[in-house]
């Protein structure tokens, strides 16, 4: 048996990081923590109970500092010192919604920009439990590894920011059009690519974990009588590869595979087929995405209009926008998912629950509520 906590997002400024408390009470052999564990923002930007030192980081130096200024939180402290931890990045580790060598900003020049990344990479490196195999050379540093627990699971840590492509349609909100399903859109790379296929084939384990950052699901975000659109930073503005990691997970007959997602601020739990809104489809995978641990602030545990957005994404079991963080067990028969939130992280004293949990079965990617 194997127990696991999911966790990303924790913005400094946005809240108290006291969801850890009850993490490390829950005795997790393993925390995944998905990306966004810092916030390279100026001082004050989201500052709603402490801030940020200085402008926004972009010296080797500051990057340190913001890591620092973080580990200071003694609930980070004593999460880290309870279990071992897998780390892989998202943006704000380097820089909001960066995609390869590319910045969010126009006019960005590029050497510098690199000189950027080369230094939040070697910061990240230090700060950060890793392998030696993660050594940064200059702006590169191979962050996607993979790990065992015996025979009962496989992970898969992936980095969906080093090497993807541009995000398609200006990063804007958008139907999955020409430049969305464009075939040589990439988060992965040819390289990492080849390497997950390679090692998910390889795979011994009962379970196959892909840890990673940005949702999978196709998730039409749109109002009731708007046409459909995605977001562009997620799988749906890579169309194409996120079809044919699908379609690989299926047709090599992967045993049980689960992805694990950060990035959104929210909580879901979705049915990934090759085309979402194709029911009569096969269910090909699992997709447990965990909500922030501090940023945004205080969520809610009501969403408006919920009945009527889940009715349009039948993939979609569960969704919710309080803070928190995904407790897991994993037996050779069954993954669960416990959502545990948190109704307070502006101030100390915030109480975490259970807010729903579900299960999968081996053999079977169905989502059943436990």
Not at 11 to 20: D, P, R, S, V, W
Not at 119 to 128: F, K, L, R, S
Not at 184 to 199: M, P, V
Not at 212 to 241: C, F
Request: glycine share 6%; proline share 4%; aromatic share 10%.
């Amino acid at each position: 048996k194997l127990r696991f906590a999911v966790t990303s997002c924790q913005n400094f400024e946005a809240g108290l990081f006291t969801a850890y408390q009850q993490m490390a009470k829950d005795k997790p052999d393993l925390v995944f923590h998905l990306g966004d564990y810092i916030y390279e923002y100026a001082s004050g930007r989201n500052g709603k109970v402490r801030t940020h030192l200085g402008p926004e980081i972009e010296s080797l130096d500051q990057y340190r500092i913001r890591y620092a200024q973080y580990r200071g939180d003694k609930d980070l402290q004593a999460m880290h010192a309870a279990c071992p931890w897998f780390v892989t990045w998202d943006d704000h580790e380097f820089d909001n919604n960066c995609a390869a060598d590319i910045s969010e900003q126009t006019n960005v020049d590029t050497a510098k920009f690199l000189i950027r990344r080369a230094n939040a990479y070697q910061a990240y490196y230090e700060m950060m439990p890793l392998r030696t195999s993660s050594l940064p050379v200059g702006p590169n540093m191979t962050l996607y590894r993979k790990g065992s627990f015996g025979t009962l699971a496989e992970f898969f840590i992936l980095d969906t920011r080093q090497y993807r492509s541009d995000q398609p349609n200006n990063d804007r909100k958008s139907p999955l059009n020409a430049a969305a399903t464009n075939p040589r859109n990439t988060l992965l790379g040819e390289t990492q690519r080849k390497w997950l296929f390679d090692s998910m084939s390889a795979s011994k384990g009962t379970w196959n974990i892909l840890a990673q950052q940005v949702m999978m699901a196709l998730a039409d975000r749109s109002s009731a009588k708007a046409p459909a659109n995605y977001s562009m930073d997620q799988w749906p503005g890579y169309a194409h590869e996120r079809a044919a990691l699908l379609k690989y997970v299926r047709d090599h007959k992967i045993t049980n595979p689960v992805v694990l997602t950060g990035d959104i601020h929210s909580n879901w739990a979705n049915e990934l087929r090759v085309d979402d809104f194709k029911q009569e489809q096969a269910i090909i995978a699992s997709e447990f995405v965990t909500t922030s641990l501090s940023s945004g602030g205080n969520g809610s545990a009501t969403i408006r209009g919920l009945d009527e957005y889940l009715g349009r994404n039948p993939c979609t079991k569960f969704h919710n926008r309080e803070r928190g963080y995904i407790m897991c067990d994993v037996t050779a028969k069954t993954y669960t998912a416990n959502y545990k939130v948190i109704d307070e992280v502006l101030k100390p004293g915030g109480k975490t629950t259970s807010r729903a949990k579900f299960t999968v079965e081996a053999g079977t990617p169905k989502i059943h509520e436990a």
